[in-house]
């Protein structure tokens, strides 16, 4: 067991991946030269639409982190941030991203070009503090760039209310103006349809994927949960739906040949909390065991309808409701989604990952995990890690922990077949 290592991936589909974050990146480090305006925002709202109706480049830092920590990258900006005087306990994609903003995006040439310098920023005004902090700091170390403050409530999915949809209607309309007047281009409201049209068929292709999971066996595990990538940069867009029609082909075809991910399916595993992002080959550890992790909390992220008759509104509600889907949310609905979650995908087994750096969706572990034994009677481990920061995971003690684990369950399996 390495500190770091790589899935093995098994649909041909998600192999493609790699050439899509490549091209995705080669368009941001080109933009400038082709005199396309960027724009740096947070993942998961309704800003990415408006951008690709637009013809502008989006950037997402929180994305870049897990890129950074799958080439190796992340140490050396860790190192940057931590000597600014950064704690090592803050969320390791804001650590990595203001390393990064502080040397190498100057310095350097990454092996997928480096990010254009933001003209815009959009500095959001929900979802967890990291994420509001880490804006905070690029409005400080990019003076130059104009700023759109967003100001979203931040109201659970059950308590979203039709004077919170219609105050998000106005950020909407607020930062479509507020771009308009930055980089001199106008809304086109054809296309920005057609990009909510194309969102909302993609988030439909991703949700009804996620359900061929449910298979026994089942034909995706997490190790290929990079295809994500998509939903995170490329909505809007026909590359997310094109590339998600094929991955569901494709499972499609393996539910139909009942082929699994592994030649004997004897666990089915869910993961709570981020993947490790340097060590997604952890995924491959259960599978040399007979177990495969076939859901998992992030995912639920893109699990979103977007009404293109109304693109604006539709843009307003994603904006609302889809931090609230992961990381954003009530113990309770936390505790619910993964009680229904363990009954949908038939679990046997669920690990917490007790991910050192992102407290919001470690928060409430212990509870779940006692719910989940004595409600359901499945068993769980609780792993300790960092999504981001190798220093935080411990190779020998995870091989220690989840060894017990996966032997009780394979045991508790015999007893039962
Ligand atoms: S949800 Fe967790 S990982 Fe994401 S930005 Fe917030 S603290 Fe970091």
């Known amino acids: 067991m390495d500190k770091k290592s790589k899935s093995t991936k098994r649909l041909q589909a998600a192999k493609e991946i790699n050439r899509i974050v490549f091209e995705y990146y080669m368009e ?55 000597n600014m005087g950064y704690s090592i306990d803050l969320c390791g994609y804001l650590r990595n991203i203001i390393g990064y903003v502080h040397g190498p995006i100057e310095t350097s040439q990454c092996i997928l070009g480096n990010l254009p310098v933001p003209d815009f920023l959009l500095s959001p005004g929900g979802g967890c503090v990291p994420v509001m902090k880490i804006f905070h700091a690029l409005e400080r170390r990019f003076p130059d760039a104009a700023v759109f403050r967003a100001d979203l409530p931040q109201v659970a999915l059950n308590d979203i ?35 909510v049209a194309l969102s909302d068929k993609a988030c439909a292709l991703w949700d009804e994927i996620m359900s061929y999971r449910r298979y026994i066996p089942t034909p995706f595990s997490a190790a290929e949960i990079g295809i994500m990538f998509v939903m995170v940069t490329r909505q809007g ?4 739906v094109d590339f998600l029609e094929k991955v569901l082909d494709e499972l499609k075809d ?33 599978e040399e065991m007979n177990g495969v992790v076939v859901a998992e909390t992030y995912s639920t992220a893109w699990s979103i309808r977007l009404d293109a008759r109304d693109p604006i509104k539709a843009l307003a509600l994603k904006s609302l ?22 009954k949908e995908y038939s679990i046997d087994g669920v690990i917490f990952h007790r991910n050192k750096s992102c ?59």
């Not at 909407?172 to 990009?195: C, H, N, P, V, W």
């Not at 666990?267 to 993947?275: E, H, Y």
Request: proline fraction near 7%.
């Open 28 to 82: 941001c480090s080109q933009a400038k030269a082709k005199g396309i305006p960027v724009g740096w925002m947070p993942p998961m709202n309704g800003a990415i639409e408006i951008f690709y109706a637009m013809g502008l480049q989006p950037v997402f830092p929180e994305n870049w982190s897990p890129v950074c920590a799958a080439f190796g990258l992340a140490p050396q900006n860790f190192e940057i941030s931590e």
């Open 161 to 195: 209310q039709p004077h919170h949809i219609q105050y998000a209607v106005q950020e909407i309309q607020r930062l479509i103006s507020f771009i308009e007047e930055t980089t001199g281009r106008k809304m086109d409201y054809d296309k920005l349809e057609e990009a």
């Open 237 to 240: 867009t026909r590359i997310a």
């Open 254 to 286: 393996r539910v139909a040949r009942k082929q699994g991910v592994i030649p004997e399916e004897k666990i089915r595993l869910f993961w709570d909390n981020i993947p490790l992002w340097y060590n997604l080959g952890l995924f491959n550890y259960f």
């Open 321 to 342: 409701k889809s931090y609230p889907l992961v990381s954003c949310v009530s113990m309770d609905n936390r505790m619910d989604s993964i009680v229904k979650a363990c």
């Open 359 to 417: 407290l919001p969706i470690t928060l409430g572990q212990m509870d779940i995990k006692r719910r989940l034994e004595e409600q359901l009677q499945i068993p769980s481990i609780i792993i300790d890690a960092d999504h981001m920061d190798e220093r935080n995971f411990f190779p020998a003690q995870f091989r220690n922990r989840a060894d017990a684990f996966m032997e009780m369950l394979l045991a508790k399996r015999k007893a039962t077949s």
